[in-house]
């Protein structure tokens, strides 16, 4: 069979790191940005969502907005349930649909365009080369400015699989099939070790000029911010690192990274441990967040059930009333009084004989207990501090907006333009009872009564979910009361965030008496397309400055600079049995390159 001839040749990236770099990228990237726009969105409850209020659940997956806000939003009706205008105290049952419309303000990414490296119409795949800032799928707030939208979108590649990913901060190589066959082929590959994988880093430190080898576990701790560490817990992970040379004048080394397995930071959490994080990597390397030894070595693991509430940044002046990240107005110093006295706090005096009235019930969020929810073990004091420091340094880079989120209260309820509440139903499924396999082995709550009909299993796809027998949604049963918080930690780990959630990755053959009824799509097409911003107003102003969206009212912050948008990694060569692919050296591995810092 005929190999792309360009491609096939084997570069030893240490004997050969002068030629390469002699192909540096040279543009100086500026941002790409995407006006707002009105977006809708339809998903199936989760597994650990089911028995607790859709506010709470709202609150715990998504940081952008205030606690406020969201219940706001929800008392506007843009989220419904089966059809059905949704509340703040809504409880979320096993194979609810949830449809939601919100106002999308995506991110900006680098100006630097997706490169096609090389393209295979014969065997139908392609390699890219990506830069940094792009995530590969729709995740969180990016929809359009996601590696597969672009594909789609500019270069005209429908379907896309993408069998191998690139963090994303991180730049360089990613193979595409184009069709389920040869995907699957290469997803043995990589899964089989059978594909060599080559990235370049610019680290902190002199690296030992020896080859290392490190072989720590990695488990992830914190989706929602991203957070990895070194736990015996954690999956088998294996990297080989290599001196390219070490430049004293910014007391940085070019390393060349074998990654043998594919864990999710892996490059970056090993150079970590070895005490040589990657010089710009925002998450890890700060020692804002880590300390003197940034994470060198690993971090305590002794469990703790210490939380605090979040608290706002000093220059603001809230109190019980204006506070945004409070619900309870007013009731704040009850509710923290009942949750003690609930949790068995004994700071928390009671006089004999003296009822105590409950105070209102705080949601996770607002006691600091929705640190954790999602870890698949207990977090130590240390661990715990880490995540709120990472929570702390994302508000001050986004201008502190989400504790600026007040300018909603005089305005009325959120108006998405062009779209009737509830949506129209897109596919033929109603509220489909159980949506996920049953995990009899789960707890029950104190009463002894099963909570759900079915515990979300991992990875269930949208046809399994489809495929499940419906019901008449007139028909519902009473809704259930709220879960407690231990019944939530139970399930926290049934499935991922729902920026996480996997799609499957090649379309399996079904028989044609087998065939489901659609289920929804998990990234729906946006109805409105436009080369500028959908406003009906100037941005609204307050006295400080800050900017505000008329449509949403989201704070709008200042454009990031180009250069903070990307790390110092990239995927430089990867080996495969469809031929050998490189990019290349990126323009910061050249000796003596500076930065600013």
Known sequence: MEQ???????????????????????????????????????????????????????STEFRDRSMEFYRYALQSGVTTINGKIAQPDTIIRNGDRIENISHRHEPPVTSTPVRI???????????????GSIPVHAAGRFFRNSLVEILKNDFGFEKTYTVNRLDRLTSGLMILPLNAKLANTVTQEFMNGQVRKEYVARCNGKFPEEEVVCQEPLLTVDRQMGLNVVHPEGKHAKTIFKRIRYDANTDTSVLHCRPMTGRSHQIRVHLQYLGHPIAN??????????????????????????RSAPKAPEHFQFDAVTNPE?????????ASSSAAETSGDAGVAVAPGVAVAPGPKLLPR???????????????????????????????????????????????????????IPLPPQNQRKRGGPAFSALSSMATPPNGEDITTGIADTLTSEKDAAAAPTAD???EPP?????????VAKFANSTPPVSETPTPLVDTPIAASEQPSPAPEQTPAPVFVASEPIVTEAP??????????????VPLHPDPKPETLYIFLHALRYTTSLGCFETGMPEWAAEGWEWER
């Not at 139908?124 to 990506?130: G, S, T, Y």
């Not at 925002?282 to 210490?306: A, V």
Request: glycine residues 10%; negative net charge.
């Open 4 to 58: 792309p001839s360009a491609h096939l040749k084997l570069v030893d990236p240490l004997a050969h790191s002068t030629a390469l770099e002699t192909d540096v990228k040279k543009a100086k990237a500026g941002l790409k940005k995407i006006p707002p726009y009105w977006y809708p969105y339809t998903t199936m409850a989760k597994g650990r969502w089911l028995g607790r209020e859709i506010l709470e659940v709202v």
């Open 117 to 131: 490296v090389y393209h295979d119409k014969e065997r139908e795949f392609i390699v890219i080369d990506k830069p």
């Open 326 to 334: 409070s619900l309870h107005k007013g009731g704040v110093a009850a």
């Open 479 to 487: 809704r259930t009361v709220q879960i407690t918080l231990e019944d």
């Open 540 to 553: 609204i102003g307050d006295a400080e400055g800050m900017h505000y969206c008329p449509e949403c009212f």
């Open 473 to 475: 949604a007139d028909d």
């Open 366 to 420: 607002e006691t600091g207990h929705d640190i954790g929810m999602g870890s698949p073990v207990p977090l130590s004091a240390e661990a715990v501090g880490i995540i709120t420091r990472l929570r702390n340094m994302k508000d001050e880079a986004e201008d502190w907006g989400r504790w600026r989120d007040v300018v909603f209260r005089a305005k009325g309820k959120l108006v998405p333009h062009g779209f009737s």
């Open 281 to 306: 990597d925002p998450i890890y390397s700060d020692p804002r967040i880590w300390g003197e030894k940034l994470g060198k070595g690993g971090i305590d693991l002794t469990p703790s059930e210490e």
